[in-house]
């Protein structure tokens, strides 16, 4: 029997009963979210991030704002990765959207002392032994962006982006995407999903994938991203174009960083991590953030058929191969997909009711990810959780490259 829909007072209970945890309590860290969407999707997608009231309603939502003020305020997040984006087809110039983003980012931490703006490693670690919520900022889609030496001083030098997801949805003059198999791709990425739909590559899960692979462009690029110390996020890379990012990556010394996925071996979409891969970020000592999406967690076993227990499954299955501190959590709220179900077994959160559908939640989510045996929990009176200190160690890393970077 399905479950009603949260509206009205519900939703406003939800956002209440979200907001009773201490923003100090730790909640760990979200990989990807973007609150500025309204700017990177235009008329396409409804709500503010200063607006009083979310647009979306229950987890169903895709393109509604699911993060403003309050409930980023309310999630008690220690570390959240602000993911700047500009969709090619929204009729405005790239940078234009993306500077009005980071314009809006800088009044929001203005007019909330709490949050920090960490533009290395070593002023997150700071920032949090202060008490402050950490916020880092990254880019996705390099094309028609990083286009020259100056875009890079202006966004990375002097406005502080220090994650690049390279690739994003479709291919470009950079490299190629990762494939969606659904027909999601036909609506995320016509031209390249049409191109290929029909070709019969596919790897040994069943997913098809991507012949096109990172251009010359494309390592030009990615090489003084390196140089600069910054972290290139992998996911969306098809594999052909991992196959020549990762031996860059690898001797530049930077840990493998998959900001938002799922595994492979269940969602059978290039879109996801594989075996392989995920064997390359545990040897590399890197970070997976793992997509809290019925759609992305589609046929994964666990003790209980609902989202949230299969979110659960892949946590302790990705904790297993690269350490459990180094699975997080890349939520993607305002991403265009939906999120996580009321959970068939109770877990005595306030998403038993609602499901999962904004980031104000995020502290329960992870308590419940605590509860199923699927996370560690930070230690008593710890500044900072497990988690935190995992994602910032490898992110020392990423941005002191080695002397031999390309």
């Known amino acids: 029997m399905s479950r009603p829909r949260p509206g009205g007072l519900a939703v406003a209970a939800a956002v209440a009963l979200a907001a009773i945890a201490s923003p100090a309590a730790l909640a760990h860290v979200d990989l990807h979210a973007h609150p500025f969407m309204d700017d990177g999707m235009g008329s396409l997608f409804r709500g503010r991030f200063e607006d009083s009231r979310l647009k979306a309603r229950d987890w169903h939502a895709t393109f509604e704002s699911q993060i403003n003020e309050e409930t980023l305020e309310a999630s008690g997040l220690e570390l959240v990765v ?168 690898r001797s530049a010394g930077q840990p493998l960083l998959y900001t938002h996925t799922s595994l492979r071996r269940y969602a059978r979409t290039e879109r996801a991590i594989s075996d392989a891969q995920l064997a390359e970020v545990a040897e590399s000592r890197g970070i997976v953030g793992l997509m809290p999406s019925e759609p992305a967690l589609e046929g994964t076993k666990a003790e209980c058929d609902d989202g949230l227990h299969r979110l659960a499954a892949q946590f302790r299955e990705v904790g297993a191969r690269i350490g459990a501190a180094s699975t997080v ?65 490898a992110w020392s890393r990423a941005e002191t490259p080695r002397s031999s970077a390309p």
């Open 329 to 393: 959590i890349g939520s993607d709220f305002n991403g265009g997909i939906a999120h996580l179900a009321p959970p068939a077994c109770p877990t005595g959160t306030d998403f038993d009711r609602t499901g999962l559908w904004n980031i104000g939640q995020s502290g329960a989510l992870w308590r419940a990810l605590e509860t199923l045996g699927a996370a560690p929990a930070a230690r008593a009176g710890a500044v900072a959780s497990p988690q935190f200190d995992a994602f910032v160690t």
């Open 82 to 249: 602000v993911s700047l984006y500009a969709h090619p087809l929204v009729n405005a110039p790239r940078r234009k959207l993306l500077r009005s983003q980071l314009d809006r980012l800088d009044a929001f931490l203005k007019a909330h002392p709490r949050w920090a703006l960490a533009r290395s490693a070593a002023e997150a670690r700071q920032a949090r032994a202060s008490g402050k919520g950490v916020v880092v900022l990254a880019l996705e889609g390099a094309a028609g962006v990083l286009e020259s030496d100056e875009d890079l001083r202006e966004f990375v030098d002097r406005r502080g982006v220090r994650i690049v997801t390279l690739l994003h949805l479709t291919d470009d003059h950079l490299g190629g995407a990762a494939f969606f198999s659904s027909f999601k791709g036909l609506f995320m990425q016509p031209v390249s999903w049409l191109a290929q739909a029909f070709r019969s590559e596919r790897d040994e899960t069943g997913a098809r994938l991507n012949r096109n692979g990172l251009s010359d462009d494309g390592v030009a690029l990615a090489a003084k991203l390196l140089k600069r110390g910054v972290w290139i996020d992998l996911a969306h890379s098809s594999d052909e174009s991992q196959k020549r990012l990762i031996p860059l990556l």
